[in-house]
């Protein structure tokens, strides 16, 4: 555990803001889309045995599950001084359990006793096989919590669209269950062609998904945004994706033990009525909603749009600065925040998106608010005359501003 003095006067010294360390996950079964901004030669910073980086995390307090060779703190943030000497590097992590309700407020403290949510880029060159996100009946069974998420696409790091800009989701309104036992079965057998039985739909950068637990899904190669609770438990029920075999062991991730080999259970875990939904686009594709008019938030000196709002575990915002322009923006809850666009200042705080990262480097692009900061409201001011400021600020459970 971190020092508490230490904690409470960085905290105190930034304003109630806290500046955030870039933390990277690999992922041994994914080819880096080389979106997210690392140095060319960095991407495989890990060595092969861990695989290509491909994911970013953001304001996470959740630890990631990489199989044996995860590290000891791989996935959780840290949070550096304002001058960012090395020394001084701490998990947020410890922040929450020192601040509690004074970083993520009472609300949440109380209800949760954790940061419950985090956000990532999912940066893949494929799309990923088939896979689910199990529920939580499912999840406490290994000691987790299920995993909600969802999906949007920023232009800012889109610049190609990889090689599948498709995701698949659910399951074709028909399909039997018979259908799918036998998809299972034939794991081991090459291509399970579960794929076969569902519905890709065409991504489209600046719009949303949301992604319920229990839903099968094969994300596509767009670079993704992705707040989500908690979570990192999956399961992956496709065995073959373009030319990649997938382990059987990632069949059987987050089963407990005893459920191993046992494809009933495998059929458990899957939300049947959600995956055969005939009007899953309606129910989750998200489209921007801006906060309120406008043609009044320009006079302010900036947009702001919800681009994620279909779940009640969290919820994220598009924040946009105006180029020359300053704004004042007030939230009701913590949240934390990364840049995708421009450079200017936060409070005292000097914000800027960077064109390239080397593994380990200190950046000025992600931050945590905590509540009192939101509440009381932060100043924005774009320094240049050109671009925008553009920021994702991805929120926990129940935003108390989300109202649509």
Not at 23 to 41: E, M
Not at 169 to 180: A, N, Y
Not at 203 to 232: I, K, M, R
Not at 321 to 330: D, S, V, W
Request: proline letters at 6%; glycine letters at 8%.
């Amino acid at each position: 555990m971190a020092n508490k003095a230490t904690v409470q006067k960085i905290f105190e010294e930034g304003g109630e803001i806290l500046r955030l360390v870039p933390t990277w996950v690999p992922r041994v079964f994914c080819i880096p889309g080389r979106r997210i901004k690392l140095h060319p030669d960095d991407y495989y910073a890990l060595g092969a045995s861990r695989g290509g980086i491909d994911e970013r995390w953001f304001s996470s307090t959740t630890k990631a599950d990489n199989g044996p060779l995860t590290s000891k703190n791989e996935g959780l943030s840290f949070f550096i001084q304002k001058d960012g000497l090395e020394r001084d590097k701490l998990l947020l992590k410890d922040a929450v359990e020192v601040l509690q309700e004074e970083l993520i407020g009472k609300r949440l403290w109380d209800e949760y006793g954790i940061w419950s949510i985090y956000s990532k880029f999912f940066d893949n060159q494929n799309a990923l096989p088939h896979h689910i996100h199990h529920r939580d009946e499912h999840a406490k069974l290994v000691g987790q919590r299920g995993k909600p998420e969802a999906y949007y696409f920023p232009p800012q790091v889109n610049n190609h669209v990889g090689n599948f800009p498709y995701t698949f989701f659910g399951l074709i309104p028909g399909v039997t269950k018979e259908q799918v036992k036998a998809s299972l079965a034939a794991f081991t057998e090459g291509d399970n062609k579960l794929t076969s039985l569902s519905r890709a739909y065409k991504l489209e950068p600046s719009t949303a998904w949301n992604v319920p637990p229990g839903v099968l899904h094969a994300p596509g190669s767009l670079c993704t945004y992705e707040p989500q609770f908690a979570s990192d438990v999956f399961a992956m029920y496709e065995s073959l994706t373009h030319g990649q075999l997938i382990p059987e062991e990632l069949l059987w991730k987050n089963s407990p033990e005893e459920k191993k080999g046992n494809i009933e259970y495998l059929m458990e875990v899957i939300d049947w009525d959600l995956n055969t939904d005939p009007d899953f686009y309606n129910n989750h594709f998200m489209l921007p909603k801006p906060v309120k008019d406008i043609e009044r938030m320009k006079s302010e000196g900036y947009i702001e749009k919800w681009i994620c709002y279909k779940s009640d575990l969290f919820s994220a915002k598009e924040l946009t600065i105006l180029p020359g322009q300053e704004a004042f923006i007030k939230d009701n809850a913590a949240y934390g925040m990364i840049l995708t666009q421009g450079h200017g200042m936060m409070e005292n705080w000097k914000i800027e998106t960077p064109t390239l990262i080397r593994y380990g480097q200190f950046t000025n692009d992600e931050f945590f608010v905590s509540e009192n900061a939101a509440k009381r409201g932060i100043e924005f001011r774009n320094l240049s005359e050109l671009e925008p400021i553009v920021m994702l600020k991805h929120f926990g459970p129940e935003n108390p501003d989300l109202k649509l």
